[in-house]
């Protein structure tokens, strides 16, 4: 059975909008979390290496979007494994 739990969230108000089946394997929830961390490392790498001119709040809010489902990604694995 689903046992959806809200991952950090990102609205002004502070409110859940998206949530983790924490239900699943451990090994899922990592797998998830970690194609999340990786998109957030590819994003500074094309950053770093880049010439582009970019608007700062919006590489911001992507950053904390990757960094934030990442995080609660690999909480709901760690709880998992307790």
Known sequence: ???????PS????????LYVDASQS??????????RLD?????????FCGDQQLDDSRVFAA??????D???LYEAAFA???
């Open 63 to 68: 950053f904390h979007l990757l960094l934030s």
């Open 26 to 35: 451990a090994l899922e929830l990592y797998e998830s979390a970690q194609e």
């Open 1 to 7: 059975m689903p046992d959806y739990r809200p991952l």
């Open 10 to 17: 990102f609205t002004p108000a502070g409110k859940p909008v």
């Open 39 to 47: 998109a957030a490392q590819q994003l500074a790498l094309v950053l």
């Open 70 to 72: 990442a995080a609660g």
């Open 80 to 82: 998992q494994r307790r």
